[in-house]
């Protein structure tokens, strides 16, 4: 099964480090989402690709964050200076289709993140 | 802007009781509503979801959906509850300006043997 997988699924680091995701979606879906899901709550939209075009960024989404989809395959998240108010877990969704409602989403098991 | 309410932070039912979960939504048109599944360790699932039409949605794992537009609500159930379905319970909607999905806080199921 390739379903969406993440690397690595747990990253601990020390504030003001940087860290980087990785996210590989199921071969052939051109949308790909990033959230973020803090303890207690639900997932918090972050970022969309469109093949490899960012078309959508959350507020949520500081200056410290940047997100990558170079060939519109797997993508990076990178957090600059980790704060610990970062520390939660980021999921990663992919869909196919251009319709984005009417194709499911399909997530990823997560990354999570703890910034000591 | 659309967003979703789950009042029951945790909810424990025992094993074959029926479930209901709750969800009240926010938006002025018809919703795109959903409802994904969380275990420990594992990926949201999608359960079901509500576009259009029959207000009665069924997904898998038995459980079932109805959309109620005079009570801006989307509640989840399911007749017999199984030691396997205790997870975390997400219900959703799309947010068309985003074009994305805005979750609620989630509900916590606990099943009691």
């Given at each position: 099964d390739t379903g969406v997988s993440q690397d690595p699924r747990h990253k601990i680091t020390k504030r003001g480090q940087n860290v980087t995701f990785r996210c590989d979606p199921i071969?052939?879906?051109n949308r790909l989402y990033w959230y973020r899901q803090t303890l207690g709550q639900g997932p918090e939209f972050l970022t969309y690709f469109q093949n490899e075009a960012q078309l959508e960024k959350s507020r949520?989404?500081?200056?410290r964050f940047s997100a990558e989809r170079p060939k519109g395959s797997f993508s990076t998240l990178e957090i600059q200076r980790?704060?610990?108010?970062?520390?939660a877990m980021y999921l990663c969704a992919s869909s196919e289709g251009l319709a984005g409602v009417y194709n499911e989403q399909f997530f990823g098991p997560g990354t999570r993140l703890t910034v000591l | 802007a659309q967003s979703v309410t789950q009042p029951d932070i945790h909810i424990t039912v025992s094993e074959g009781a029926s479930l209901e979960l709750r969800c009240n939504y926010s938006y002025g048109a018809t919703p795109y509503l959903f409802w994904y599944v969380q275990s420990p360790g594992q990926g949201l699932q999608l359960l079901l979801k509500y576009?259009?039409?029959?207000?009665l949605v069924q997904g898998i794992k038995g459980f079932e959906a109805e959309f109620k537009r005079s009570q801006s609500s989307f509640n989840l159930r399911k007749p017999s509850v199984h030691w396997s379905d205790a997870a975390e319970y997400f219900c959703a909607v799309w947010t068309t300006g985003r074009r994305a999905l805005t979750f609620g806080s989630g509900t916590r199921l606990q099943v009691q043997p």
């Open positions: 071969s052939e879906h949520l989404l500081s200056d980790t704060e610990q108010g970062d520390s | 576009f259009s039409g029959d207000t």
